[in-house]
């Protein structure tokens, strides 16, 4: 029950009330560029969550077990980066090999995650928040995959019905790209405080 | 003097990356700090710093080994030296600066990803020689500072009524506290690539 309550309220609180899209700015620049169609933005957000669970728990483990023990904190970000690039290499790799339909779905974006923020923002702020056990961190890096999935998808379907809407010429693309999304931040803000 | 693909005059080199390819305002690129640390100017500054010293030590690095640089290997070699230099700009800060460090929290590490660095590895530094490359990271940082700068201040006037600890607008001025959340980051963002458009009468992000 207890176990089942902290998977509940994490994934709840990574979703929703700090949504990395929303509240921390993590992942912005796909979530600008990428979204224009809900189907890709679906495969982007799955592969995202994908990769973010396994490096998350990655890093929380080489963190608590390697670095921790031997007083190596110095070199924390690089052995972030490599853990991360090396996830990327080895998820693009069994994919390809062992499913190929899927490889064809979202293949493309793999090379990307390793350099987005919601990725190497997550194994930061579980490090920063002081989580201390496996789950916690395997739900929150989880639940930060899952919440940027929610947002990319919420703004491909915007931008699927804005495409329609008679735009100033000056605001089309970027701008109004922005001010939407600011918009949605506004709606996302009723969920702050929630959860501590 | 392998591989010298790009090589711009050194005038060029410099003011490219300030305004006519400025990476936030005109590429939209890396745009999560901009958005994240302009709740107001001190900290923006201080960001906009720690990007230009990333940028030039991280391009100077770059551009003297770019004659042993394997393709595939390339954009591993990129983030391993950002990373170096993002771990020495942070402990600087939390040293000299804990203030700061504490305000930027995670944003200061997460300069590693940040799209303008390995961009301008990729597209300048790999294939230049060493004096471009200063001038084009001196060039681009400039840029991105100006633009975090610029949104820092209307953000912090609108949402406080000061500018870096003094007072600037009337007594009566109410302070719009949503300036100071996510959603006075993005809207600002936004209208100023909209103005900004609709003065110069161009728009590179219309589809």
Known sequence: ?196 | MANDAYQPSLLDALTVGIWRENPTFRLLIGMCPPLAVSTAVKPALTMGLSVIFVLICSNLVISSMRNILKPHLRIMMFTLTIATFVTICDLYLRAFLPDMSKILGPYVPLIIVNCIIIFRAEACASKSGLLVSLLDAIGTGTGFTIAICILAGIREILATGNLIGYRVMPEAFVPWLAMQMPVGAFVTLGLILGLSAALTGKNKGAA
């Open chain 1, 1 to 196: 029950m207890d176990k089942f309550y902290v998977i509940l309220v994490g994934i709840m609180s990574m979703v929703l009330i700090n949504n990395f899209v929303f509240t921390k700015f993590l992942g912005i620049c796909p979530y600008l560029g990428v979204s224009g169609r809900i189907d890709t933005a679906f495969g982007m957000g799955m592969a995202v969550t994908f990769v973010a669970t396994l490096s998350g728990t990655l890093t929380w483990l080489v963190d608590h077990y390697i670095l921790m023990p031997n007083h190596l904190e110095i070199t924390r970000y690089i052995c972030y980066i490599l853990i991360i690039a090396g996830a990327v290499q080895l998820v693009e790799m069994y994919v390809r090999r062992f499913f190929p339909a899927l490889y064809d779905t979202f293949g493309v974006f793999l090379p990307l995650i390793a350099t987005n923020c919601v990725i190497l923002g997550v194994c930061l702020f579980i490090n920063i928040w002081g989580i201390d056990n496996l789950l916690e961190a395997v739900v929150l890096s989880a639940g930060a995959g899952l919440g940027f999935a929610l947002a990319i998808c919420i703004m491909a379907g915007i931008r699927e019905d804005l495409v329609l809407a008679d735009v100033p010429e000056a605001f089309q693309g970027a701008p109004i790209t922005l001010i939407t999304a600011g918009i949605l931040t506004l709606a996302f803000m009723g969920f702050a405080g929630m959860i501590k």
